[in-house]
């Protein structure tokens, strides 16, 4: 009996450490990370799984997405992508219209995410040094994809510093931010099925229906 | 090349269209010939899907990369000419330095243009046209326009394409089949770069005319503010 107890207090000792760290430790960690680092160590980490994980290479797009979800996502204000896309609409959502939007552009956006990702998986990435002020809650990270043939491609992340941690808001290709490109379709949607048609469309792209 | 031809005569055409289908559009501010260029996308979109692309695809199957590189390379290496003319149009002439750089090294050591040494040490393409040169001399963009065969443009960029065509040097080769031939390639790796945007877009547009129109428009404000576009202003 005597043996057990320290056994179980240790045990217990142990889950309360465990929990903790996964309460307070992680978190606490990251929100010392600069938001450049976060962005390079997000991207280095899905490109090194994307580069060596055999199902990826064969094509396996159910993986991608499961890497995606699980190591790019979580980083993503998708809330924040859909409100800034829906423009003034977004105040004429509801909040379950509001979720859905979000739910579906997010998958809209993993799909195309994942497409390019898989495109250019075999180049390198240059990240540009950080200009920011101390305080800033916004920051655009910039890099560059150097690839093997044609000109590098500018990609910029814009950051927004939320309850100490960095989340990615908008993506800017080469000049092209992917969150204000749909404002004017999501316009129209709006103006010819409502907040409900844009729901549907979204939802319909997701499930492989081709665009007009 | 069909493209050239139409050339020609995009003023006229344009302009003819532009008040035949006036009255039908809804109004917007970028876009007034909307249902004009909706109908030329169709009808560009069509012949795309249908010849262009399969030509183009065979092209990446056939022709090795290292040999496609070249053919854009020489491409690039004729821009790179027409991006130096553009600095000194805009009075830029730090980009002029860095452009004829590039052109003397590639044109002189890369011979003639086919391979980019430049860009393997470290000079950048300068990306400037005459569109740009426009708006840096003041002139607005003018309506959005989507052009067959040359896809999106605007009324300024229109007038940049059509400097950009009087200047050459391609049309300016007396021989015919030399000529043509240049230009058929030239398209032929104009397209290939935008494969895989195509089908970027296939995936993540709601609707492909007005994903490619918002995606041009923003890609050439940041062009002309190289690199550094100001804020857009708040929607009212």
Redesign the interface.
């Known amino acids: 009996m005597e043996a057990i107890q320290p056994a179980a207090r240790r045990l217990a000792a142990f889950a309360v450490l465990a929990v903790m760290s996964l309460m307070l430790g992680v978190p606490a960690a990251r929100a010392q990370e600069a938001p450049d680092a976060m962005v390079k160590r997000v991207a280095e980490d899905v490109l090194a799984i994307v580069r060596s994980d055999p199902a990826i290479q064969a094509g396996n797009e159910a993986r991608i997405r499961e890497v995606l979800e699980t190591r790019l996502l979580p980083n993503f204000d998708f809330v924040r992508m859909t409100s800034l896309a829906m ?2 609409n977004w105040r004429t959502a509801t909040p379950e219209q509001q979720k859905r939007l979000a739910d579906e552009f997010r998958g ?2 993993v ?2 995410y994942s ?2 990702l898989n ?1 250019y998986r075999n180049e390198t990435i240059d990240y540009k040094p950080l200009r920011m002020n101390a305080g800033d809650t916004e920051v655009t990270v910039r890099t560059a994809v150097l690839r093997a ?4 491609v ?1 990609i910029d992340y814009s950051l927004v510093k939320s309850a100490d941690t960095w989340k990615c808001y908008d993506v800017v290709i ?4 992917l969150v ?7 316009g ?2 709006i103006k010819s099925g409502g907040v409900d048609g844009l729901i549907k ?2 939802a319909d ?1 997701n499930k492989g229906v ?3 | 090349m069909i493209a050239h031809t139409l050339s020609r005569f995009p003023s006229a055409v344009m302009l003819a269209a532009a008040l035949l289908s006036g009255c039908a559009a809804t109004p917007s501010r970028v876009d007034p010939l909307e249902p004009m260029n909706r109908a030329s996308y169709r009808f560009h979109d069509a012949v795309d899907t249908a010849v262009v692309k399969p030509a183009v695809q065979a092209y990446i199957d056939v022709v090795p ?1 290292n040999v ?2 070249s053919v ?1 390379n020489f491409f690039n290496n004729i821009d790179d000419l027409i991006s130096a003319v553009n600095d000194l149009l805009q009075g830029k002439l730090d980009k002029l330095g860095n452009d004829l750089g590039r052109v003397m090294l590639n044109t002189g050591f890369g011979i003639g243009g086919l391979f980019d040494l430049a ?1 393997q040490v470290g000079i ?2 300068g ?1 400037e046209d005459f569109g740009q040169t426009f708006a840096v001399w003041g002139f607005d963009q003018g309506p959005y326009l989507f052009v067959p065969f040359l896809g999106p443009s605007s009324f300024r960029d229109g007038a940049g394409w059509i400097a950009r065509s009087a200047v050459g040097p391609v049309g300016y080769i007396s021989d015919v089949p030399v000529r043509n031939t240049l230009y058929g390639l030239g398209a032929v790796d104009a397209r290939a ?1 935008f494969v ?1 945007a195509g ?2 877009v ?7 005319y ?2 490619i ?3 041009y428009l ?2 050439r ?3 002309v503010y190289d ?1 550094k ?1 100001p804020p ?1 202003p708040e ?1 009212p």
């Open positions: 423009g003034k809209l956006l799909r195309t497409g390019a495109r043939s044609g000109a590098p500018q080469g000049g092209v931010s204000t490109n749909y404002r004017d379709e999501f129209e949607q469309t979204l792209r081709a665009a007009k | 990369e496609r590189a854009s860009s950048e393409r990306n770069q895989g089908e970027m296939d995936t993540a547009a709601l609707d492909r007005l994903f129109r918002n995606a923003q890609r404000r940041y062009l690199g576009p857009e929607e």
